[in-house]
């Protein structure tokens, strides 16, 4: 596993601005699609505990895994972030461990 990008980006504040202020992209390369689509069934399951809060938008390309967090504040959005990569970690090593021969 690869984690390619993590970019945190903050807007100034407006009076006009978007509600989604806080945001947050995560790249992880897996060199495989059949893994990235393994990680990313499993962790489509768990949808954000605050939608009106925090959105998370996921997809695979070439292998990898693509996450963008949006937050309308930065606690939100650093919860949201610290406990999908737990989730992510927990899956990898569980593909990595039992997977069938495949290292990730």
Not at 5 to 26: M, R
Not at 46 to 53: A, G
Request: glycine share 2%.
């Amino acid at each position: 596993m690869d984690v390619v990008t993590s970019a945190v980006k903050t807007n100034a504040p407006e009076k006009n601005v978007s509600q989604w202020e806080f945001s947050c992209d995560l790249e992880v390369d897996y060199k495989s699609e059949e893994n990235a689509s393994i990680i990313y069934s499993a962790l489509a399951i768990d949808k954000e505990l605050q939608p009106d809060k925090v959105r998370r938008l996921m997809s695979i390309s070439n292998g990898k895994l693509s996450v963008r967090f949006e937050a309308t504040e930065a606690r939100f959005l650093r919860a949201s972030y610290s406990a999908f990569v737990d989730v992510l970690t927990l899956a990898t090593k569980t593909i990595e461990q039992f997977g069938k021969g495949m290292e990730v």
